[in-house]
């Protein structure tokens, strides 16, 4: 949301000053915690809790993956298309339309580190197909651009 605000409702925060940040931050805390506003509405991709999954029983373990079955639809393709984004809570509004058609979602945290774009070719050298990467920065607010290789 504060970054939706740059360029609209102010210049960015310069220096150590944060104060347009926090006051995003403090007010969509209380529109969320009054009910004014979904908490599903933001999401958070940077903590989560990491821990094996498990089964009750092999008939449960069998049938939770019976149901995430799901047939890869590109592995036919000549080329590989993928959406990176420039942040974890962009992802979080662009995930359920790839998710829904089985592509990639590239999240790259403001810049992406030089070991994450090199295993991003590795895999591409792998797969030996051309790939279309959709780069979003804020969907509705900026185009997108689109990078063939």
Known sequence: MYYLGVGLLWDKDTGHSRKNYS?????????RETGRMPWEWITDGTRMA????QYDTLDDALQRHAESYRRNLWASQRRR????????SVGGVVEPVTSAWGVGLYSCRG????????????????QGKPVTVTFCVLPGFSECGVTSH
Not at 23 to 31: A, I, K, Q, T
Not at 81 to 88: A, G, I, K, L, R
Request: hydrophobic content about 40%.
């Open 81 to 88: 298309v993928e959406v990176w984004v420039e942040s974890d």
């Open 111 to 126: 810049q992406s580190s030089k070991t994450f774009v090199w295993e991003a070719a590795q895999q591409y050298a792998r």
């Open 50 to 53: 990491r821990q094996e999954t």
């Open 23 to 31: 006051l995003v931050v403090r007010e969509l805390g209380h529109l």
